[in-house]
């Protein structure tokens, strides 16, 4: 019978493909190293991986990209590469900034900003700004960011407001603690992955992680590239989320006749 034929073809998903996906841009210095190289070199190579994973988020339709490109914890490492580090973020934004611009990417930048010097903060504000009004893609830079740090200064926010009498104590819920955060009025992210082999959050996006997929992939981040992204878009697609609740039978079952 026709239907009996057509029905399992029904039933079968579309792809689905994430609105946010976080990436944890981590392995630069094994790639280097790997090769004989200086570490910088690996972070100059993930430079260029950066640049291809924007425009494959602009082909796979994403609608928000979330990057982990300097962490909290980061000012640890011995002070050259810190500064290697900080030197590649602004030469990334004076060099791609106006082509970012052009293709329609909105950059937003979420992460402390009190402790950071002011050519480096002025280059940020000044990538906010300009893109304020695309809406092709969300860039979000996670520069100087810990999530831990992130909830704490939301707590902190809350708390100032309830002290000044703008809020009461017993309305604060998930929502409230939300808007408080960074990234106030992004969706959570979808799907995280990590490179690097690497299976930890490092202090990214915990809150909003609650509910993300996550794919941790064993190639380092300059060897990131169209394809590797395309197949953790894949294995996202094959993933049932449930989000606390159960899948119904139809949603997912082959159609038995
Ligand atoms: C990620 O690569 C880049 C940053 C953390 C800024 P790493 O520098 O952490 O490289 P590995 O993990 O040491 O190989
Ligand atoms: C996470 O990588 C931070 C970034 C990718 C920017 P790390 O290399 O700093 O994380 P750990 O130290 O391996 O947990
Ligand atoms: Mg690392």
């Known amino acids: 019978m026709i239907e009996a034929e057509t029905a399992p073809k029904a039933d079968v998903r579309p792809a689905r493909t994430p609105r946010?996906?976080?990436?944890i841009m981590d392995g630069n210095g094994r790639w280097a190293l790997g090769r004989g190289l200086p570490r910088i070199e690996g972070h100059r190579r993930g430079v260029e991986a950066l640049r291809r994973?924007?425009?494959?988020?602009?082909?796979?339709?994403?609608?928000?990209?979330?990057?982990?490109?300097f962490s909290s914890e980061n000012w640890s490492r011995p002070i050259e590469e810190v500064s290697d580090l900080m030197g590649l973020l602004k030469r990334f934004i004076r060099e791609d900034l106006s082509e970012l611009?052009?293709?329609g990417v909105k950059i937003k930048v979420i992460g402390t900003r009190d402790n950071l010097k002011p050519d480096i903060l002025a280059l940020l504000e000044e990538a906010e700004t300009l893109t304020r009004a695309n809406n092709r893609l969300t860039l979000v830079v996670a520069f100087n960011y810990g999530s831990r740090q992130e909830i704490a200064a939301a707590a902190r926010l809350i708390a100032y407001k309830v002290a000044a009498g703008l809020i009461d104590a017993a309305a604060i819920d998930e929502t409230m603690l939300a808007q408080h955060l960074d990234t106030a009025g992004i969706p959570d992210p979808d799907l995280i992955i990590r490179t690097s082999g690497e299976q930890r959050l490092s202090n990214f996006l915990m809150w909003q992680a609650a509910y993300s997929e996550f794919v941790f992939l064993p190639i380092h981040w300059p060897d990131f590239d169209r394809q590797a992204f395309a197949a953790a878009l894949a294995e996202f697609a094959a993933r049932d989320r449930r989000f606390g609740g159960v899948t119904l039978p139809q949603q997912n079952a082959k159609v038995k006749i």
């Open 20 to 23: 946010h996906v976080g990436v």
């Open 101 to 103: 611009y052009k293709i």
């Open 53 to 69: 994973t924007v425009r494959a988020a602009i082909e796979f339709g994403l609608d928000y990209l979330t990057v982990y490109s």
